[in-house]
């Protein structure tokens, strides 16, 4: 367990944090639990990014009201979790986290199984045999509660009582250098929880910070234990990865580390078969990015079709030369592929799913002239197939015709309406299909 230390505690006037930066909501819940009698810290990422004068994700509040007295304290409380009980409070537009200071596990020895069983109540903390925290669920001081945080930045308290900073790990020190260092033994730290691993390589991606030298090398070395979180969780980790507008940054430390080959062993091995591999990976994910920059809405399947498709639809290609038609090689690919994955990384098979519908629908959508576009365009799939094929578009400078007809077929459909009509065999709009009897030619007399 990590050892306290005195506080620094930065005055309003050394700091140039303001409350105008921070959620009205977020502030009328400090005030509410200030007035009470409570402590009201505003803490984690939300400090952090406003003292690097960014915008918050979002805002948390950490407090020493329990559950209970947060649901007695507010209207729009639930409590949510199992591991810890956590307050969400429910506004119009925002949903905030209130959580109840807590307590980081302590050594293995001191809270086993063993001694938890003797007292015949469930262990609050508990621990694999490597060090993994599996259980963590016990209310702690303001120190417990910074010190249990991952990173020093993300460690740091506004406290609404006078305004002022609270620094127990030198955050403040880290963030003027711009570097991230988990909260004591970066081994121990990053063996409790693998996950903020994923954390470290995001946060110094994103936000343009570095991953402090020595635990740079020890995240190299765990990086292929992150094969060990709960693949649900490491879902989750991944559409903040590649969701948010560093998706490009972020997948090239992942590659550096070692990460990426420990999440998706496939596609790191097909990315290092061509540098053009590589290549063609960093300008779609910098194309994501770009559409997220343009506020385009990126859902989890075009994220995976990004990341896989490439390498799927090149996999599909060798299994056409053997002959098998391409829409079953291609769907062949994406079984063997997504059922690897998912020992790993929990892919929900509706997501699975859509990606493999945005791939499948790629012929259909070059196909020039389309065959019904309309009723492609109908298709649940079209918007973000439409969108694969734009970005690949980008990366290949491809398939353009194709895309040019959708973009003006989006723009006047009617026009596009009559080449409908007009591709050589294709039904016409409103007649049934005639089956044509085959004419026998009269056989000739020999
Ligand atoms: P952002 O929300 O911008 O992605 P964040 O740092 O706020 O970044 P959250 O997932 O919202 O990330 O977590 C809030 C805070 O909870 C973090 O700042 C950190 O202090 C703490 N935290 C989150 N995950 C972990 C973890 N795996 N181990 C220890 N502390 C964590
Ligand atoms: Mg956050």
Redesign the pocket.
């Known amino acids: 367990m990590v050892k306290a230390m005195e506080p620094r505690i930065i005055p309003r006037t050394g700091h140039n944090i303001s409350r105008k930066q921070v959620s009205p909501n977020a502030l009328r819940t400090l005030y509410r639990l200030h007035q009470n009698g409570f402590i009201a810290y505003l803490v984690?990422?939300?400090v952090?990014?406003l003292l690097l004068e960014r915008t918050p994700?979002?805002f948390?509040i950490a407090t020493d009201a329990t559950p209970g007295q947060l649901k007695r304290l507010f209207r729009n409380c639930r409590l949510v979790g199992r591991r810890f009980r956590l307050a969400h409070l429910h506004f119009q537009d925002e949903i905030l986290e209130v959580s109840t200071f807590r307590a980081d596990a302590p050594s293995a020895e001191a809270d086993t199984e063993e001694t938890d069983r003797h007292h015949r109540r469930p262990p609050r903390h508990l621990k694999d045999e490597d060090g993994m925290v599996l259980r963590d669920n016990v209310f702690g001081t303001p120190e417990e509660d910074a010190l249990?945080?991952?990173f020093t930045i993300?460690?740091l308290s506004y406290n609404i009582a006078d305004f002022s900073l609270i620094d127990y790990t030198n955050g403040l020190g880290d963030l003027e250098q711009r570097l991230i260092r988990p909260i004591g033994d970066p081994y121990v730290r990053f063996t409790e929880?693998p996950?903020?691993m994923l954390?470290a390589v995001r946060f110094a991606a994103s936000h343009n910070l570095v991953i402090e030298p020595a635990t740079w090398e020890i995240l190299c070395e765990l990086s292929s234990n992150i094969s060990r979180a709960a693949p649900a969780r490491l879902y989750e980790e991944i559409l903040?990865l590649f969701l948010l507008g560093s998706a490009q940054p972020i997948f090239h430390l992942l590659d550096k580390c070692g990460l990426l080959d420990a999440l998706f062993p496939r596609l790191s091995e097909w990315l290092h078969t061509s540098s053009h591999h590589l290549t063609l990976m960093s300008i779609n994910l910098e194309s994501l990015d770009q559409l997220y920059r343009n506020r385009i809405p990126l859902p989890p399947p075009l994220c995976l079709a990004t990341l896989f498709g490439p390498a799927l639809e090149e996999a599909a290609l060798a299994r056409d030369r053997d002959g098998i038609p391409h829409l079953q090689a291609l769907d062949e690919a994406c079984t063997s592929f997504l059922g690897e994955l998912c020992q790993i990384v929990t892919i929900p098979a509706r997501v699975g799913g859509r990606m493999r519908g945005i791939l499948a629908f790629q012929p259909g959508l070059r196909r020039m002239p389309p065959r019904r576009p309309s009723s492609m365009a109908r298709r649940p799939e079209f918007a973000d197939a439409l969108t694969y094929l734009r970005l690949m578009a980008a990366a290949k400078e491809e398939n353009r015709t194709p895309l040019e007809w959708w973009d003006a077929f989006l723009l006047d459909p009617s026009s596009a309406m009559s080449s409908e009509t007009a591709i050589p065999g294709a039904p016409e709009k409103g007649r049934k299909k005639r089956r044509r009897r085959r004419r026998h030619s009269p056989k000739t007399a020999t």
């Open positions: 984690g990422g939300c952090r990014d994700k979002d948390d249990r945080r991952d993300n460690a929880d996950v903020r954390r903040k």
